[in-house]
C-alpha cells in the first residue's frame, strides 16, 4: 500500500546536497504543518543535512591545509 510520508521522506532524503537546504527544511515544514511529517521526521532529515555539512566542511578544511 501507498505511503504518503515515506514517499515525501524519500524524496527529502534525496534532495540532500541537490538542493539547498533553506528549501528542503521549508517545505519539510510544510508537510509537518499539515500532520504528514512528524518531529522524528524532520530530526531525521536535519541530521543528514548535518552531516552533508560536516562533509563539506571538512573537506574545505583539508583543502585549505594542503594549499598552505
Known amino acids: 500500500m501507498f505511503n504518503y510520508r515515506e514517499f515525501l521522506m524519500t524524496g ?4 540532500v ?3 539547498a537546504d533553506y528549501q528542503i527544511i521549508f517545505n519539510a515544514n510544510g508537510y509537518y504543518e499539515k500532520g504528514v511529517l512528524t518531529e522524528d521526521d524532520l530530526a531525521e532529515l536535519q541530521e543528514k543535512i548535518k552531516a552533508k555539512n560536516e562533509s563539506i566542511e571538512e573537506t574545505e578544511q583539508t ?3 594542503e594549499a598552505q
Open 63 to 65: 583543502g585549505e591545509t
Open 12 to 15: 527529502f532524503k534525496n534532495a
Open 17 to 19: 546536497g541537490k538542493m
